[in-house]
């Protein structure tokens, strides 16, 4: 499941291309990867479209996932400082996967971009 909406879900994609050759490290990636050394691990229920986003700090999910490349997730989300909620691949797929990256997740990178300049 890929949502592509403005809920506080941010970087959950599936990707289907091949990843990129060379990773992008630029000020989007390096500002995820410092909210997501900040952040909060536990589990959240991303699956229940038109609830309110909840993020539940502790517990795991029993199993992960793969990216298409291969790449495997952790068994958390994470809840980030400005209260997005991600995932361990979310830096992954802004390193290789940004083709895949749909408007509504860059709005809010954008937004994630200036909450950390400002923090």
């Not at 999910?61 to 361990?88: A, F, P, Q, W």
Request: charged share 25%.
């Amino acid at each position: 499941m890929n949502r592509n909406d403005k809920s506080k879900f941010l970087l959950y994609l599936e990707p289907k291309n091949p990843k990129s050759t060379e990773p992008i490290n630029d000020e989007y990636t390096e500002t995820m990867q410092r909210a997501f050394d900040m952040s909060i691990p536990g589990t959240a229920n991303y699956s229940s479209v038109g609830d309110t986003e909840r993020h539940m700090v502790g517990g795991a999910y029993r199993g992960v996932h793969h990216c298409s490349c291969g790449e495997t997730s952790g068994n958390k989300d994470y809840l980030l400082s400005n209260g997005m909620i991600t995932n361990t691949l979310c830096v992954h797929y802004l390193q290789y996967h940004r083709d895949e990256i749909c408007d509504n997740d860059w709005e809010k990178l954008d937004e994630l971009l200036i909450f950390m300049n400002h923090e």
